[in-house]
């Protein structure tokens, strides 16, 4: 099997240099064992082995609630949350490297426990690796608009990614999504609406109090884009 194969529709990313340095190379080489989930590979070095189930309370050491953020950037957002709600275990899925050493860097700075990071393609994370009705929430904020049109095949929100959220999400978890893009939260909402999840509110949601402004969105707010909230809920 090669990777084509393998992944026959483009993933959502482009891989960026993976060089550490400074604090973050730092932050890595001292904390990544505490912070770093090591998913099995199948083809490329972001797949995930289908065999593979991740045990998140061996991971966290106890027994939580599970928030898993789709692309978790430098961390802003994910580590401000596991600050401010301890109770809950928080998973950050990212495929650039300087992004998650960045995560283990501000959690580490924070003394933060309840954070892990894993590099891996998020749907195939929700697909298998995560055992369906698990999560409590699942985040996908500013996830690459990829705004040209012939490269819109690329978006992350889909139709089929949908219903991997909604397998995983327990009775009653949520799906948080957020974008700085018209035209994607267009398509979001039709998707969101489209599932088999229910939106709880009429269209866009108010803004999710528990996401911080993070740099990227304040260079988004900056340069003049509404920031649209959405928020989707599986029933039970």
């Known amino acids: 099997m090669n990777e084509s194969t393998y992944r026959p529709q483009p993933v959502s990313f482009v891989r960026r240099g993976s060089r550490l340095q400074g604090r973050r190379e730092k932050a890595w080489e001292e904390h990544r064992e505490q912070y770093l989930v090591q998913m099995p590979r199948l083809i490329a070095d972001t797949s995930v082995d289908p065999d593979y189930r991740f045990d998140a309370a061996q991971a966290f050491g106890r027994e939580a609630e599970l928030v898993l953020e789709v692309g978790s950037g430098l961390g802003e957002a994910i580590a401000h949350a596991a600050a401010q709600t301890p109770e809950r275990n928080f998973l950050a899925v990212e495929v650039y490297l300087p992004g998650l050493a960045q995560t283990v860097q501000r959690a580490a700075a924070l003394g933060l426990d ?82 088999s999840l229910q939106n709880l509110h009429q269209d866009w949601a108010p803004r999710f109090e528990g996401r911080i402004v993070t740099s990227f969105e304040n260079k988004a707010l900056k340069a003049g884009r509404t920031i649209r909230d959405l928020t989707f809920r599986k029933a039970g």
């Open 114 to 195: 309840n954070v892990r990071v894993v590099q891996a393609n998020a749907p195939e994370v929700l697909a298998t690796a995560c055992e369906p009705g698990s999560l409590a929430e699942v985040w996908t904020f500013f996830p690459d608009p990829w705004h040209k049109s012939r490269h819109e095949k690329r978006r992350l929100v889909t139709p089929a990614f949908a219903e991997l959220v909604a397998d995983a999400l327990a009775p009653g978890g949520v799906w948080r999504l957020a974008t700085d893009w018209e035209h994607y939260a267009e398509q979001m909402l039709e998707v969101g609406e489209g599932s």
